[in-house]
């Protein structure tokens, strides 16, 4: 949390300057996690504590036949690692993708191997409490591999997970998609794709029903290897398909739903651009028609990961760089409007190899990037980096108007709201408050936080309920005799 001072000072400065930020934020800190050998980090969320949680895999905390194992760090806001978990079977297991329960636990998907040395894989799903204790693992699949690559959490609290399977369907590998109850039980599961490679790499819940999952296609499109945006229902019957890139490989390796109804898409391209691969961002309306592109990169070799939708309509673009920075390879985060044009961007690595997979939000309105490092700690490191308020391309006399009563509400993140939103309360004044979420009839839907307040800032986080439909909201704060608001838009 930070100390209210410094906000009061900074809203002061924005009281006379209204100026509109653009600069890049600093490094707040990195740090490093790990045993003496090799520790990822493939994923990261923000928990409503301050703090983060990532999951990976680690062989520096295993023995016997066991290769890898399932690897948690759980962190403070400072950076402060809190506890670890390695969690597997017998043999070798991987986490690709985490996500927050309603309980405040996480669930996590990934691989499994189903004997020592094989190639054959299971996909693996484990639930654990807010601790990381393993609460249930289920596994999913056939006699040959498949594995999970990203996991959402469903509007009845069940599961979605999307990854690719070679037991299963039409080619070589195919789309795979299994919906579970809250249990892990399997309600459905479906496989997606032609006499060649497919494989889905994201998956989101669309807020009018069903779900949208990208990932790459040799079965379809016009290259080697193309985009391939499946849109389904919510038995996983297919409403649209289509691809996107050019002769060579592309692959979308996340997709979010936008406000507008549409689809954001980012991944990486060979077939356009300046170099070997791109970054490739996508962006396209409900139909899933492209609408624009954009490709940023050098000569070298250029890979995007991960983004964050933010307020404002802008994206972060997060993944590794070769040919800025360290040639063997360094984050590289990339800031842009709501057209995909580039505001600014930022390297982290040193002089050996690092990829950046996972990212998020801060309570803040900062972020938390997540990878790996060979530059620091041991042969491989877990490398969390926490950027610092991101001011880019917001007005800050939007803060203006509440200073002079003595509270103001930060910019909620991320705005709209997918699942979870943080924000600051800035007060001048101590006493009774009420932080609440209104629908725009006045009903009261949530509520944040109720009781006494000291002088100062406070961060606050809300997980949306399933009860709480898409639509306009207002997030309304009062302590003493002082009121502050502000609209967020909610997708489901």
């Keep these: 949390m930070k100390k209210s001072g410094m906000n009061i000072w900074i809203f002061a400065v924005l009281l006379v300057t209204g100026l509109v930020f653009s600069q890049t934020p600093d490094t707040l800190w990195a740090n490093h996690y790990g045993g003496g050998l090799w520790d990822y980090a493939y994923d990261v969320r923000s928990t409503d504590d301050g703090g983060f949680i990532t999951a990976g895999l680690s062989n520096s ?29 017998e043999y070798s297991d991987r986490g690709y993708s985490i996500q927050i329960t309603a309980d405040g636990g996480y ?24 601790n990381g204790d393993t609460l249930w693992t289920r596994t999913y699949g056939g006699s040959l591999k498949d594995e999970g690559e990203c996991v959402v959490v469903t509007e009845d609290q069940g599961y979605m997970i999307a990854g690719y399977t070679y037991s299963y369907g039409a080619g070589d590998k195919d789309f795979y998609l299994i919906r579970t109850d809250s249990s892990g039980d399997t309600l459905w599961t479906k496989t997606y794709g ?37 849109r389904i229902d919510a038995d996983g019957e297919m ?10 490989w592309d692959s979308g390796l996340e997709v979010q739903c936008t406000p507008d109804g549409g689809f954001i898409v980012h991944g990486y391209t060979m077939s356009f651009g300046a170099g070997n691969t791109d970054y490739y961002l996508l962006k396209t309306d409900a139909s899933g028609n492209l609408l624009w592109s954009r490709t940023y990169g050098g000569s070298h070799y250029d890979n995007g990961t991960c983004i964050e939708q933010l307020p404002g309509g802008g994206y972060l673009l997060g993944g590794y760089t070769k040919s800025f920075g360290d040639t063997d390879g360094d984050f590289w985060i990339i800031r842009t409007d709501a057209n995909g044009d580039s505001l600014w961007s930022q390297i982290y690595g040193g002089s050996g190899i690092e990829a950046l997979n996972g990212m998020d939000l801060t309570l803040d309105g900062g972020y938390i990037l997540a990878g790996k490092t060979r530059s620091y700690g041991s042969s491989s490191s877990v490398w969390l980096l926490r950027i610092e308020q991101d001011l880019t391309g917001i007005d800050e006399s939007e803060y203006a108007q509440s200073i002079p009563s003595g509270l103001a509400l930060s910019p909620v993140t991320p705005n709209p709201v997918l699942s979870h939103m943080a924000f600051d309360l800035n007060t001048m004044v101590s006493g009774q408050a009420d932080v609440s979420v209104y629908d725009l009839s006045g009903r009261r839907v949530a509520i944040i936080h109720s009781g006494q307040l000291t002088e100062g ?8 309920p399933q009860t709480v439909a ?13 009121s502050a608001a502000q609209r967020i838009a909610v997708i489901r």
Excluded: Q
């Design 194 to 230: 032609g006499s060649g490679d497919d494989l889905a790499w994201s998956v989101a819940v669309v807020p009018d029903g069903g779900f949208i999952v990208s990932g790459r296609t040799k079965s379809y499109g016009a290259g080697s290897w193309d985009v391939w945006l499946l």
């Design 107 to 130: 669930i996590i998907t990934g691989s499994s191997e189903a004997n020592a040395g094989s190639d054959a894989l299971d996909v693996y799903l484990v639930r654990t409490d807010s």
């Design 239 to 248: 409403i649209w398909n289509k691809t996107y890139g050019g002769g060579s």
């Design 61 to 89: 905390y295993i023995s016997g036949s066991i290769e890898l194992m399932m690897y948690l760090v759980k962190t403070n806001g400072d950076g402060d690692m809190l506890w670890y978990k390695v969690i597997g079977r």
């Design 457 to 464: 800032t406070h961060s606050f986080m809300w997980t949306v």
């Design 470 to 482: 898409s639509g306009t909201y207002i997030v309304r704060a009062s302590c003493a005799t002082l």
